[in-house]
């Protein structure tokens, strides 16, 4: 009986830290090539994500519930988009865009929040909505 009781701890200690890397908050995506697409949900505080996409058909989705977020996208070439949205206080959201259709949607609803973003090259288009104080936007567009 005891051998099995220390057999099923082994197990559940094993077990667990294989699976603690999915609760540290972190999430980084990598994507080149082809037909992108991402995602993206977090809920509590202190989470990043980051997202840098290459040449195609990007697009990236974050949303973010909770205090001190970070989120953070960066996208190359054609079709591009991104669209953060973050409920909280004090997050931080990024987009860099460079290249083709492009187009971003941030939105941030809470106190002490930080948005910025840059557009590069071809058809551009922004759309930063901040609902709370003490909220900074900085935001630069060259299209063509």
Known sequence: MIKNIVIAATLVASLGAFSAPAIANDIFINQSGYSHSAGGNQNGWGNRIGIVQDGWRNSVTTNQYGNRNVAASGQSGWRNSATTWQNGNRNEAGVGQFGNNHSSVLTQDGN???????????NCAATVDQRGSGNVTAFVQVCQ
């Open 112 to 122: 002490g929040n930080v948005t910025a973003g840059v557009q590069v090259g071809n």
